[in-house]
């Protein structure tokens, strides 16, 4: 898929990414993709590329850039490695929802004016991390986002006042939520209590959970499943098209 890479400006500095794209003249609808907590690396430059493919001009923002500069983590040794453990959860701990807010603000600004782009509301999905900060953004930013997908997200329910499940009163997009199994931070009554707060709010909905371990949609991670893959891509293709055409 054709790519470029770019830079954002956002209220906190200079955000790298890369826009991927269909083949053809375009244009089509936006959509942004948030990392897991690995950040940026090839794995995910295949993945926006796959997603492109489906029909979608694919923002890959590097949501670490207020560390500039910053080493990839290799996701196969990261939590073996005192040293390079604590250094991605320090930067994790960085990654604040007020903070993915804003940037997001700046994201859709982005897409809004390319040339590739169509429509002024756009889809997130996001992987770990990734799927919180799409729920996150589709609830404080929801006049923006149609559609919004989570994978093995975690921090979806908490007992915080900010916990994202608590937002669903104001979302706005079609959201679609897919678990992992044998994940404390994703449990099954962490789903019941979002499934019914998003049915409660009339959001149009699906919360599930694959047979597969944390990580099962991201090539390069431990658990990762082909199969479970291949269901999340079938899923973002329904939940994105029925969402924002394509």
Known sequence: MPAISDTITTPDGSCPAKL???DGPGPWPGVVMYVDAGGVRDTFDGMAAELAGFGYAVLLPDVYYRHPGWAPFDMGTVFGDAKE???????????TQDRMVTDAGAFFDYLAGRPEVRGDRFG??????GGRTSVVVAGRVPERVAAAASFHGGGLVTDTPDS????????RARVYVAGAK???AFTKAHAATLDEALAEAGVEHTVEFYP??????VPDNAPYDADASARHWAALREVFGAALGG
């Open 20 to 22: 991927f794209t269909p």
């Open 85 to 95: 453990r604590a250094r991605l959860f320090s930067m994790i701990g960085q990654v």
């Open 124 to 129: 997130v999905c996001g992987y770990c991390m």
């Open 164 to 171: 994202p499940h608590l937002l669903a009163e104001k979302m």
């Open 182 to 184: 044998n994940d404390g």
């Open 212 to 217: 597969a371990e944390h990580g099962f949609a």
